[in-house]
């Protein structure tokens, strides 16, 4: 790690926290701002560890290397990646953090950070950064995230939505709490096959503009090169826009926040450009970039394949229904089929022995629950489920709207969607998956929701069962 760049010295006793207040939408907590503008995390209430929260960052990085495409390390737009992060991540504050970067080849324009230190930059957003400066904003925001210990601070806040893997062609997140993805669920961060997805507050988001906004000042950028970038996703719309979007959440004063800061900054000569970027964007434009649909696409190809006997042997209900009493519900399943997840009923999946493949779930039943973050109504966490559950599955679509229904006296909200099933039951032959998804509002706001998925053949054999399940719900 390179040292961190010059600072002013200013004596000890002179020092003072000024917490900052940055306008109607937004308000940092952990961001502190000393006389002459500099900005410093307050990280003192994370209770991982560094050293944790980088061992689970390595871990991930290499599940994320091994689920998506990515450009090698001799790559020279790996490279120039690598060596303006590094050149950034000398300019981060606080502790001194592993920083890796790395490059998705993925079409949608988005970037992510995992804890402790691993970055990883879409090639698309290197295809629409119109300079170095544009790029190295992005760069700077998400190793903003990481200075803040954003995952693990939202870890020990807030309850994630525990929805990744809930349906057949994404992978199972939050569902199996000792695994690597299992703890990322609980970091909010989501791998489905539609991509990486963060779940960040727009105080985090805000916190993390000012924090790069610092650091691309430091490194000699202009911090409004990040505004133009993302002004520059605003206007021209597209695929993947929508994404990156939702996953940096503008807090709706970004513009007046960083010009509040650099504000404070004494002027200097900024690098906006470089010969050597656009050689390098010029390289990236003629790489096929894979959307995310092909990205599902070859994850599914490598998904296992079921004869129709083998089916419908593993499928059949055998033994009458058994009780899982969990502490927030309870609920009927056949006794045949198998239960795995929390022990607290925040992520379970109920399923034949078969049912799942390749952490993938093909036949069964999903339980999870989702948090709204800032007194989201349960129609509008209900429509995060949707959002999330269809950027996991990018083939999935709904049929109609939410409608109404009433499990044992609540009133919630109930939707069919079609998509493609992980299993396959000719080499090469897509099958076609049904999902049903309920979800339910609970007491404190949140909301519990149910998926049940199988094959679109095999549904409708299966609706009987799932109703019978459904009508033995009982919430507590």
Known sequence: MNPLGPKSPIPLAVLFVLWLSLGTAAQTRYVRQEPDGRLQPDTSSVKTSPQEQSKLGRQA???????????????????FVQQLGSRLAAAAPGYKWPFEFHVVNQKEINAFALPGGPIFVNLGTIQAADNEAQLAGVMAHEIGHVVMM????????????????????????????????????????????????????????????????????????????????????????????????????????RAQ????????????????????????????????????????????????????????????????????????????????????????????????PSGITRDQIAYGVSIGTAQGNNGQSFDQITQEILSTLQHNNPDMRTIGTPKRIRVNGLAGRSVDLIGVSPIQFQPGQPVEEHDWLVALPRSDGSALFVVYTAPQQDFTKLRSTFEEMLRSLQMR
Request: hydrophobic fraction near 35%.
């Open 257 to 352: 926040s960083i010009q509040k800061i650099i504000a404070r900054f004494p002027p200097k000569k900024y690098v906006l450009d470089s010969p050597q970027y656009q050689q390098v964007r010029q390289d990236a434009l003629k790489v096929h970039a894979y959307s995310a649909r092909e990205i599902a696409q070859r994850q599914r190809s490598g998904g296992g394949t079921l004869s129709n006997e083998a089916r419908a042997a593993d499928i059949s209900l055998s033994g009458g229904m058994r009780q899982l009493n969990q502490p927030g519900f309870s609920i009927s399943y056949p006794a045949n089929w198998q239960v795995t997840g929390d022990s607290q009923g925040n992520s379970i999946v109920i399923a034949p």
């Open 150 to 253: 954003h995952s693990a601070r939202q870890a020990a806040e807030t309850r994630p939505y525990q929805i990744a893997g809930a349906l057949g062609s994404a992978i199972i997140g939050g569902l199996f709490g000792g695994t690597v993805i299992g703890q990322l669920g609980q970091l909010g961060i989501q791998l489905g096959a539609g991509g990486v997805i963060m779940k960040y507050s727009r105080t985090a988001e805000t916190e993390a503009d000012l924090m790069g906004a610092q650091i691309m000042y430091d490194a000699g950028f202009n911090p409004r090169a990040m505004l133009t970038f993302f002004d520059k996703l605003k206007q021209q719309g597209g695929s993947g826009v929508p994404q990156f979007l939702s996953d940096h959440p503008d807090p709706g004063d």
């Open 61 to 79: 990085a290499a599940q994320v290397e091994k689920q998506y495409p990515m450009l090698p390390e001799s790559s020279p737009v790996t490279q």
